[in-house]
């Protein structure tokens, strides 16, 4: 199943719950639920994995490392190795509202 963690091409949320959408928690509190319970697969996070390319690489990180519970494996293509949207400040400002300690 392929989910877009974005809403659309412009959107560049980094799977980070912030100004721009609450990416992570509609994958890991929506989606993810709503497969088990449609078409019965394990909840075991061993037989879970996420994916994703560039942004969506940068997401399975994310959701992987920080979900161990929902996620057993990952597989980043050509991501990065956390949200990142241009220097620190900048993707402090953009993905987080401006609050560093919102930050993981």
Known sequence: MFADAAGEFSNDTECV????GNPADHLT???RPAVVARFG???APAGWGV???SMGGTCAVDLAVTH???FGTFDD????IGPNTGTRAQTVAR?????AALRR
């Open 41 to 43: 697969p394990s909840a």
């Open 17 to 20: 719950d912030g100004p721009h």
């Open 51 to 53: 994916l994703g390319f």
């Open 29 to 31: 509190g929506e989606v």
């Open 68 to 70: 161990p519970e929902l």
């Open 77 to 80: 293509i050509a991501g990065d």
């Open 95 to 99: 993905l987080y509202g401006g609050s």
